[in-house]
């Protein structure tokens, strides 16, 4: 099959439109799992882990909301609706950026930091048993090397 763009120039054929149905189906897959074993065991959807894990990061454990948005590929709006989740939790407070009235930090609590510590260990097995354990060393240093140049085009 070849997929075409219309009268445009652009095509796909079978085998590149296969790789990257597989590239796309494989991150959703993985992302799938990690999430469902951080909601299981943590009540902690993976969107929260990851600023959770930023905030734990970051310098004083604080990042202004639009780098924290930049960070967890999250938009702005969406980054808002979470952090208000994360923060009737107790996970997370919000503070006022002293150089710019209209700024606000996101800031990681004790109880965000507690929460981390205790989802990490899942997080951390789950990569491992969906993505790294599949690979052999040559394997995860090609797909290093693929993402890296994905990632600096």
Request: charged share 30%; proline share 2%; hydrophobic share 45%.
């Amino acid at each position: 099959m070849t997929l075409t763009a219309g009268e445009s120039s652009e095509t796909l054929d079978s085998e590149e439109l296969a790789v990257w149905r597989m590239l796309q189906r494989a991150q959703v897959r993985i992302t799938r799992m990690l999430e469902a074993d951080l909601l299981v065991e943590h009540d902690l959807a993976l969107a929260s882990y990851d600023v959770l894990t930023q905030l734990s990061e970051s310098p004083d454990r604080r990042l202004r909301m639009n780098d924290l948005a930049e960070r967890v590929l999250l938009s702005r709006s969406g980054l808002t609706r979470l952090i208000d989740r994360l923060q009737r939790d107790g996970l997370v407070e919000r503070e006022a950026c002293p150089s710019d009235a209209r700024g606000l930090f996101a800031v990681l609590t004790d109880d965000g930091a507690v929460r981390l510590a205790e989802a990490t260990p899942t997080y951390l097995r789950g990569i491992r048993a969906q993505f790294l354990d599949v690979l052999d060393t040559d394997e995860l240093r090609q797909c290093a090397a693929m993402l890296n140049k994905l990632f600096f085009a």
